[in-house]
T-cell receptor, first 110, second 117 residues
């Protein structure tokens, strides 16, 4: 059974800092890994998707890496801004379903 | 191309009533997934459907919950005789047919927030 863990559960940083969110999964037989952003009371916004054959993906200030063999992914956010404050979810696809982590709640203070 | 649409966005029911949640996938998408996010918990898979077929319902509670994706119209998640523990956000996602390279990416709707009084 796939399990996804995200560390830390919560993170508070001053504006401008670079930060790293961590995600680990127990079963390396995955199709892909997605990072999502969820604002309070809102839906999910897909940030990056990494196919199982890829090592990393970049979009603007975001960079996600994938080490499938060790069951790890990181989301790197450069030059953080208050608008980045949200919960960040990691999800792996194996079979037909996505298995989500519990999320990292990020607060960027001005 | 409109995204995944869900309605209603908010639904209030009293204990014992029925709740019907609707999901219209993105145009051209033939796969629909339902997930539930209980308060203070992560999203959990419930069911995966293709048109007129339930493919994987291993995440569905055994009683009171059912899902369908008819040939015409939206996918419906139905909860009979709701209880307070059913209060949650229910998210629908869709993906395109397997002939497309992006078939294994899921696109999420805004969710339906169910409150059971």
């Amino acid at each position: 059974k796939q399990e996804v863990t995200q560390i830390p559960a919560a993170l508070s940083v001053p504006e401008g800092e670079n930060l790293v969110l961590n995600c680990s999964f127990t079963d390396s037989a995955i199709y892909n890994l997605q990072w999502f952003r969820q604002d309070p009371g809102k839906g999910l916004t897909s940030l990056l998707l990494i196919q199982s054959s890829q090592r990393e993906q970049t979009s603007g200030r975001l960079n996600a890496s994938l080490d499938k063999s060790s069951g790890r992914s990181t989301l790197y956010i450069a030059a953080s801004q208050p608008g980045d404050s949200a919960t960040y979810l990691c999800a792996v696809r194996s079979g037909s379903r996505l298995t989500f982590g519990e999320g990292t709640q990020l607060t960027v203070n001005p | 191309n409109a995204g995944v649409m869900q309605n209603p966005r908010h639904l209030v029911r009293r204990r014992g009533q029925e709740a019907r949640l609707r999901c219209s996938p993105m145009k051209g998408h033939s796969h629909v997934y339902w997930y539930r996010q209980l308060p203070e918990e992560g999203l959990k898979f419930m069911v995966y459907l293709q048109k007129e077929n339930i493919i994987d319902e291993s995440g569905m509670p055994k009683e009171r919950f059912s899902a369908e994706f008819p040939k015409e119209g939206p996918s419906i998640l139905r909860i009979q005789q709701v209880v307070r523990g059913d209060s949650a956000a229910y998210f629908c996602a869709s993906s395109p047919p397997r002939i497309f390279s992006s078939y294994n990416e899921q696109f999420f709707g805004p969710g339906t927030r169910l409150t059971v009084l």
